[in-house]
Structure formats: C-alpha cells, structure tokens
C-alpha cells in the first residue's frame, strides 16, 4: 500500500519557469491538501480539496493553482516560479469527517534561483 | 496572525525521562487537535489526537492534555527514547473540511 506518493522528490527552477507537482493516494480519501514548510514556519496550507472536481484555497495561495479531476490525483501547478517559493511542498490525504489526522507524502524540495 | 503556537523551537532530554512538548491555540472553535512527528526528509507522521470535549489522551508512551480555559495542549513522552528525537508539530482542525493549521514545530532531541 503506497499511501500518498509525490513526484519529484527535488527540483532546481530559474525565475519564471512553470512545473507541476504531483500527488497521487490509493486510499480513496476524499480530502486532499498541498502544504509549504518553509524554516521556522511550520505547514501552511495552500489548496485543499473535498472531492474530484472541487477545490479552495487555504492560508498561501498566491502564485498556485491545483485541479482535482478524479479522486487519486491531485496536482499542484507554479506558474512563474519567484524565490519566494522555495520550499518544501507537503500533499495529504484524510477520510471525510474524521479527526485522525492526515496521511503525509515524502515532499518535494524546490528550489527557485 | 498565528492560531497555534509553539513557543518553544527546541527540547533537549535524558533517555528515560520525560519530555513534555507545548501548544497553544487562540480559536477556541477548533474542535480536534493533533500531534505529529517529522523525521528528516520524511513526511510528518500522525502521533496522536484528542477532542476538545476531553481532557487527555492516552497511547502508549505517549499522552496528550488538554486545558481548554487556558487554550493550551501538551505532549508527554515517558519514557523518551533516542528514536523520539524529531520535530514535533501541534495542529488544530477548525470546520468540516478537516483543515488542520500546524504550529512552528519543536525539535526534540533525547540524549542517550
């Protein structure tokens, strides 16, 4: 059982390029949720969705965009990549109504320069 | 405008002693609140949760109390063991949508 598995593990990008995160889970949670851990800032939540096909954004949505076309998939799209978005990028998953938490993937480290 | 909030960005311990690990909230709407334990380059890992309608949870090594007048949590381990040696984020859920906001994480580090 994989879990929630996310590609790449690492990326370099220059200023102003464009690339996809991705997030795939077999549990057939509903939620899914993308979030960036920058140094001494804890997770910040960027997109979250409740189902395939409907999405929100979270606390840091600026320069993000993500679509929810089935219920495994859940990508995460920088456009114009900045400095700023230098981060680690977290996806999860959770069943709806629950509070057990989330399963976490592995993270993608991107480096903008 | 931190909602949950670790004060403390680093614990150091003896192996066999207690590590106590704080969190402090200011909604007091969340009705869950979570802990979870990040190795390095790895994912955070769900440790622990308790309702805002109890004062404690127990699993193992490992307790959560919950102070709801002072909107403080906290996170016991006993004893600790050089494998707990990792950060420690707090997090609170707020509505239905299962949304958690994580604190800033403490480091915790048990000396063998």
């Known amino acids: 059982n994989a879990g929630v598995t996310q590609t790449p593990k690492f990326r370099i990008l220059k200023i102003g390029q464009s690339m996809t995160l991705q997030c795939t889970q077999d549990?057939?949670?509903?939620?899914m949720y993308w979030y960036r851990q920058d140094p001494g800032m804890g997770l910040k939540l960027i997109y979250y969705s409740v189902g395939a096909g409907i999405t929100d954004k979270g606390e840091v949505p600026n320069g993000y965009n993500v679509s929810r076309s089935t219920t495994e998939d859940f990508p995460l799209r920088l456009e114009l990549a900045a400095p700023s978005q230098t981060s680690v990028y977290f996806c999860a998953s959770s069943r709806s109504g629950q509070g057990f938490g989330y399963t976490f993937g592995s993270g993608t480290r991107l480096t903008v320069v | 405008d931190q909602q949950v909030k670790q004060n403390s960005p680093s614990l150091s311990v003896q192996e066999g002693r207690i590590s106590i690990l704080n969190c402090d909230y200011t909604n007091s709407m969340f009705d869950y609140f979570l802990w979870y334990k990040k190795y390095p380059a790895e994912g955070p890992t769900f440790l622990i949760s308790?309702?805002?309608?109890?004062d404690k949870n127990e699993d193992g090594r490992f307790t959560v109390f919950l102070n709801k007048s002072a909107k403080h949590l906290s996170l016991h381990i006993v004893p600790s063991q050089p494998g707990d040696s990792a950060v420690y984020f707090c997090?609170?859920?707020?509505?239905?949508?299962?949304?958690?906001?994580f604190g800033t994480g403490t480091l915790l580090a048990v000396q063998p």
């Open positions: 308790i309702s805002s309608i109890k």
């Open positions: 997090a609170a859920r707020g509505g239905a949508t299962n949304k958690l906001i």
């Open positions: 549990m057939n949670h509903n939620y």
